[in-house]
């Protein structure tokens, strides 16, 4: 595609349910970033995948979020039990690899827990 | 602790005015800094990007400066238009690192 995908592009949810969030990165790049972005506040980083290496998991604000990328390609967040507080836009990036600096957004996935 | 401060309340400016937004950090030693733009409802786009050894960068009518002494960046959009009329953020990246840090944005509205 000629963007990063995310999709859902929103989510309702009910708090205590599990949610899959997907990315699709832009073709080539190996680089994957999640952030995290609440009304008013500035993005949160959440995680980082670089090729085949562990990711870098520093950002997940709790044990109740993790994700995956398969194959150097589509990433899914996921949020197990989901709190009220964890409604917020959900956003992916990537750029073509590590070092390079300009990355590239979804349109995030705005996720709203009851 | 580390924060970066991006002045929080909206800027208004008329069109063709030059409008200046700021990028305050502190406990940073950022190897380089981006701005990025942020429509309603969509992800950011990036703009600029400047390094610790750059004072000045321009892309057409956008010029950022950086003054590592002050800990600071200007972004400047001369002859502003009210398409330019969006959230600007700046992202900073350790040295050493490839995961940038964000400010909140400051909203830049321009009037016709």
């Known amino acids: 595609g000629a963007g990063v995908s995310q999709s859902p592009s929103n989510k309702v949810t009910e708090k205590g349910k599990d949610v899959e969030l997907r990315c699709d990165p832009i073709?080539?790049?190996?680089?994957l970033y999640w952030y995290r972005q609440s009304l008013g506040q500035g993005l949160e980083f959440l995680i980082y995948?670089?090729?085949?290496?562990?990711?870098?998991k520093s950002g997940l604000p709790s044990d109740r979020f993790s994700a995956e990328r398969t194959g150097g390609s589509v990433s899914t967040l996921t949020i197990q039990r989901t709190q009220q507080e964890d409604s917020a836009v959900y956003l992916c990036?990537?750029?073509?690899?590590?070092?390079?600096?300009?990355?590239?957004f979804g349109p995030g996935t705005r996720l709203l827990v009851l | 602790s580390q924060k970066i401060e991006q002045n929080s309340e909206a800027l208004n400016i008329q069109e063709g005015k030059t409008a200046t937004l700021t990028c305050n950090y502190t406990n940073y030693s950022p190897a380089y800094l981006q701005w990025y733009r942020q429509d309603p409802g969509r992800g950011p786009v990036f703009l600029l990007l400047i390094r610790e050894n750059e004072k000045e960068k321009r892309k057409e009518r956008l010029k950022v400066t950086f003054d590592t002494t002050l800990k600071q960046s200007l972004f400047h959009i001369t002859a502003s238009q009210p398409a330019d009329s969006a959230t600007y953020l700046c992202a900073l990246i350790p040295g050493g690192s490839y995961i940038p840090t964000f400010g909140r944005g400051t909203s830049l509205i321009v009037h016709p």
């Open positions: 990036a990537s750029s073509l690899s590590q070092g390079q600096e300009t990355q590239y």
């Open positions: 073709s080539g790049h190996t680089a």
């Open positions: 995948f670089q090729g085949n290496s562990a990711p870098d």
